[in-house]
């Protein structure tokens, strides 16, 4: 899917990963929509406010963007952290909710009304493409450290899907991926203590140093002009696999 002249359509596209993909397709020549609620989007990209949670907004979004839509970028998410049950009770089960319904129903919401769209494309080049979708996981869809519960079940859930929504949507000529980040330097962690960011980038294999957003950007590019890469889920953590707890999380 080559991205001049398509429309594609990211969620999260004001912030982080998001962003750095959204200025990349708008740079390539694409007509980008961000649905984010908060923040502003890129110079060239249009936003339209919106919480991808929320179902009828995210129709009311889709709706509101005239012509076909060939690329959708999944990049919506929260983090959230909390162990299942402490000494002091329960875990936080609003919390869990919270983290779930943004990072998995959410962008379950956002791909329902987009693919349906992307049905009716005419086909695209020699495959017959009517689009691709890239699904924002996580190191946490396969290896979840000590408390990332929520997120885990999010993102694993998100990897998981990848397979299924590329199974639904493949007689239609539509591509469903995802890429699986380790730790990115954006603002979503921008709040964690230097020294727990310090040994999980110590864990890393090499290079041992954050990931940056336009890394990610990068990855989408691979993904969308690799019409063979399919119901797939790329790694992108620079062969880290974190231990079940840092010394720093630890009681
Ligand atoms: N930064 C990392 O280390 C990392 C690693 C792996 C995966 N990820 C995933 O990549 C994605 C992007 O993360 P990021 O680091 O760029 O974070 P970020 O906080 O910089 O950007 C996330 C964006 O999503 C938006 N957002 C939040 N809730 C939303 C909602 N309900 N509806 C629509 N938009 C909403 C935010 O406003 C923000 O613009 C997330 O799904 C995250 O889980 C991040
Ligand atoms: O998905 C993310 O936002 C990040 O990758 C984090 O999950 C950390 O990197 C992880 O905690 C390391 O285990």
New binding site residues.
């Given amino acids: 899917m080559e991205p001049a002249g398509k429309c594609a359509v990211v ?2 596209g ?6 750095a993909t959204a200025e990349w397709l708008a740079a390539a020549g694409a007509k980008v929509v961000s ?5 502003e989007a890129p110079d060239g990209v249009r936003h339209i406010a ?4 929320d179902h009828a907004a995210v129709q009311a979004a889709v709706d509101s963007i005239d012509g076909p839509i060939h690329i959708l970028i999944n ?5 959230g952290i909390g162990p299942i049950a402490s000494a002091e009770g329960p875990g936080d089960m609003a919390a869990f909710r919270k983290v779930v319904e ?2 998995l129903l ?1 962008a379950a919401n956002v791909t329902a009304a987009v693919a349906a769209r992307m049905i009716g494309n005419d086909p695209v080049g020699e495959d017959g493409e009517r689009g691709a979708i890239v699904n ?4 946490a869809s396969f290896e979840g450290q000590e408390g990332m519960g929520a997120y885990t079940a999010s ?1 694993s859930a998100m990897a998981g899907l990848c397979l299924v929504w590329a199974r639904d949507l493949s007689r239609h000529g539509i591509r469903v991926n995802g890429i ?5 330097a ?4 921008a709040h964690l203590p230097d020294d727990f960011v310090a040994e999980l980038l110590a864990d890393t294999e090499f290079p041992k140093r954050a990931g940056r ?1 336009e890394e990610f950007a990068e990855v989408v590019d691979f993904v969308l002009h690799t019409p063979l890469l399919n119901g797939e889920v790329i790694r992108l953590d620079a062969g880290a696999r974190p231990p079940a707890r840092t010394k720093w999380s630890m009681d």
């Fill in positions: 969620t999260g004001n912030s982080g990963l998001g962003r649905l984010d609620p908060t923040g919106c919480d991808v949670s990049c919506a998410g929260i983090g943004v990072n959410g924002a996981c996580s190191i993102k699986a980040p380790g730790f990115m954006t603002p979503m962690v957003a």
